[in-house]
Nanobody
Framework: QVQLVESGGGLVQVGGSLRLSCAAS????????VGWFRQAPGNERDFVAAINWAGTSTKYADSVKGRFTISRDNAKNMLYLQMDSLRLEDTAVYYCAINLRPGLLRTQTKEYQYWGRGTQVTVSS
């Protein structure tokens, strides 16, 4: 079993930045693809970004491309999401997740087996 705990969320103004972290425990995740998703009230959980096990390949949703950066530190068992130029529409609960079957980077929630509980990001004007 693996546990994921997100942190770094909070309240930020439009145009500001936040860095989310996701700490994994219970097992190492250095062989797994990992991703970030977000869910706004009344909406489905949407893909944000993913990174392969080696950190050499990334994928982003069009809505965040050029503004968000996903990264990982396998030595620390950590995943990160740097969010810049934040917009009102980025407000959501952000979740990290693990795909135990690495390969092509996946964008659907059903492809990920372990999830954190989320961290709230609120962007205000």
């Amino acid at each position: 079993q693996v546990q994921l705990v997100e942190s770094g969320g909070g309240l930020v103004q439009v145009g500001g930045s936040l860095r989310l972290s996701c700490a994994a425990s219970g097992r190492t995740i250095n062989a797994d693809d990992v991703g970030w998703f977000r869910q706004a009230p009344g909406n489905e959980r949407d893909f944000v970004a993913a990174i392969n096990w080696a950190g050499t390949s990334t994928k982003y949703a069009d809505s965040v491309k050029g503004r968000f950066t996903i990264s990982r530190d396998n030595a620390k068992n950590m995943l990160y999401l740097q969010m810049d130029s934040l917009r009102l529409e980025d407000t959501a609960v952000y979740y990290c997740a693990i795909n135990l079957r690495p390969g092509l980077l996946r964008t659907q929630t059903k492809e990920y087996q372990y999830w954190g509980r989320g961290t709230q990001v609120t962007v205000s004007s």
